[in-house]
Nanobody, 117 residues
Framework: QVQMVESGGGLVQAGGSLRLSCAAS????????MGWFRQAPGKEREFVAS????????YYQDSVKGRFTISRDNTQNTVYLQMNSLKPEDTAVYYC??????????WGQGTQGTVSS
C-alpha cells in the first residue's frame, strides 16, 4: 500500500517556523512531482506548493510565496516544507501527495500545524 507519511507539525507562535517532512512509504522511488496541501478548519483543502522530481521547478500558492520553501531529497525519498514567518491563518492540517500524471494520489494522513498570536 503506497502512502505518504507527514511529520514535523506542532504549535508555534506567529512569526515562528516549522519544518514539515513527507516520506513515501510502500514503494521504491518514482520521480513524481510532489505537492503539499493544507486544510484549515471549516475550509476545503487547498494547494500550497509543489516540486518536480529534480527539484528544479517549484510552485507556490501566492499567500505563502517568500515565506515557505519546498525541497526534496530523493536519496531519502523525502519532501520537505520549510515554513517561516508563520501567521495564524497558516493554521491547518498539512498533507502531501504525489502527482502520478493525472491527479494527486496517495495522500498522507496529515500533520497539524498550529500558529498562535
Amino acid at each position: 500500500q503506497v502512502q505518504m507519511v507527514e511529520s514535523g507539525g506542532g504549535l508555534v507562535q506567529a512569526g515562528g517556523s516549522l519544518r514539515l517532512s513527507c516520506a513515501a512509504s510502500g514503494r521504491t522511488f518514482i520521480p513524481y512531482t510532489m505537492g503539499w496541501f493544507r486544510q484549515a478548519p471549516g475550509k476545503e483543502r487547498e494547494f500550497v506548493a509543489s516540486i518536480n522530481w529534480s527539484g528544479e521547478r517549484t510552485y507556490y500558492q501566492d499567500s505563502v510565496k517568500g515565506r515557505f520553501t519546498i525541497s526534496r531529497d530523493n536519496t531519502q525519498n523525502t519532501v520537505y516544507l520549510q515554513m517561516n514567518s508563520l501567521k495564524p491563518e497558516d493554521t491547518a492540517v498539512y498533507y502531501c501527495a504525489e502527482d502520478t500524471g493525472y491527479e494527486y494520489e496517495h495522500w498522507g494522513q496529515g500533520t497539524q500545524g498550529t500558529v498562535s498570536s
